[in-house]
């Protein structure tokens, strides 16, 4: 789930602030209630980007596949503890290669 607001026409991925004690200050985390429940939206982690060699269309046998660094949307600190890469063949999704990074 991201959240997103309205601003001056177009929907944007804020920096949210709240005013309290009569001063605006940037919340470390902010719940909405959905379906009954609460959920946390803030903070979280900003969707990483992967770049394949020669993708999309002169990809080679055995490619380098770079991940951007780890990142989160907040004013508090968070940690990255793994990453884990998954090849699957689009042909009938199977998986052919899977390695975790701790």
Same mark, same amino acid.
């Given at each position: 789930?991201?959240?997103?607001?309205?601003?001056?026409?177009?929907?944007?991925?804020?920096? =949210?602030?709240?005013?309290? $004690?009569?001063?605006?200050?940037?919340? #470390?985390? +902010?719940?909405?209630?959905? $379906?009954?429940?609460?959920? +946390?939206?803030?903070?979280?982690?900003?969707?990483?980007?992967?770049?394949?060699?020669?993708? =999309?269309?002169?990809? =080679?046998?055995? =490619?380098?596949? #770079?991940?951007?660094?780890?990142?989160?949307?907040? $004013?508090?600190?968070?940690?990255?503890?793994?990453? #884990?890469?998954?090849?699957?063949?689009?042909?009938?999704?199977?998986?052919?290669? $899977?390695?975790?990074? +701790?």
């Amino acid at each position: 789930m991201y959240l997103f607001v309205k601003y001056s026409g177009g929907w944007v991925d804020p920096d =949210p602030f709240v005013r309290y $004690n009569g001063s605006w200050v940037q919340p #470390e985390t +902010i719940y909405v209630r959905y $379906n009954g429940t609460w959920r +946390i939206v803030w903070p979280y982690v900003l969707t990483p980007t992967l770049t394949v060699e020669g993708s =999309p269309s002169d990809v =080679p046998e055995d =490619p380098l596949l #770079e991940g951007s660094a780890f990142s989160i949307k907040s $004013n508090s600190s968070d940690f990255h503890e793994s990453t #884990e890469w998954e090849v699957v063949r689009t042909s009938d999704n199977v998986v052919v290669w $899977n390695e975790t990074e +701790i």
